[in-house]
């Protein structure tokens, strides 16, 4: 399919930059590998999804935004410490990075790295998932937040 | 140092929990480590900052949050890969992670792990970071935007 450049624009447009179906697990475009320089939603050629013959695995990251009270930060940081060391040994966890914001440490962000979303929901039923959530919600200054993403670099090996 | 309960609230109060000094470098009190029970500004305790006898050094976290205009998904992706897997082999940076959010395909976050601030200052003078930076400006729907952090979990030998 030929990319053709949007009129005053820096940038060429496909089909495939544009397309969000309503599966955000079809967003790969499985039945269908882009070819002669095409790329999927994520920009891939055909030849960056395909790998070496291997199919690209997206992983299933998640960034959850806390605000918490400043009295509580000691505590909340003490409970999602525990909560973090026992997710990472989870099978399905990449990553489970606990990074609190230089300026405003009040403010944390969770860096989860599933390898799927299924691992996610395990993780919801763990002992030491609920035992945290339970713990830290007195804690919260406004609800917390979270973020869908998905992996553009590097590929699930690397992480 | 006692902790003292605020009044109706769920968490404990300390000195160290609500510091914020105008030095970030600062912020881990390096010169006095927590005794007794304390916990610094990320609520680690003395042992936990001690660790075996070695210093807790702490990540420079950045994370980029950029908007790009729709057309230009799959050139903003393509000029971010190659900056991202050079920016992985500059000694100073433990990880250069790129996502895209799964709902919002025009918004991306760099995830970029420094081992210190130079380091993320030598990146900006490498030339895969100002080609990347020249290419990417016209592509960008609204200014980005950078979030410091620093690491709680995992410590540095896990980035």
């Given at each position: 399919m030929p990319r053709r450049r949007k009129p005053g624009s820096a940038c060429a447009t496909t089909k495939w930059s544009l397309l969000a179906p309503a599966n955000p697990m079809d967003r790969l475009d499985r039945d269908r590998t882009p070819t002669n320089g095409e790329v999927d939603n994520h920009g891939r050629t055909g030849e960056e999804c395909r790998g070496n013959e291997a199919e690209f695995i997206a992983m299933h990251i998640v960034h959850v935004h806390v605000h918490v009270k400043p009295e509580c930060v000691a505590d909340f940081i003490t409970a999602t410490l525990a909560n973090a060391r026992a997710s990472g040994?989870?099978?399905?966890?990449?990553r489970f990075d606990v990074v609190q914001q230089t300026e405003h440490p009040t403010r944390f962000i969770l860096v989860e790295a599933y390898r799927n979303p299924a691992a996610q929901a395990a993780h919801r039923e763990t002992a030491h998932y609920l035992t945290w959530r339970d713990t830290v919600a007195p804690m919260m200054a406004e609800p917390r937040t979270a973020v869908k993403l998905v992996n553009l670099h590097p590929d699930e090996a690397g992480w």
């Open positions: 040994l989870e099978p399905g966890i990449a």
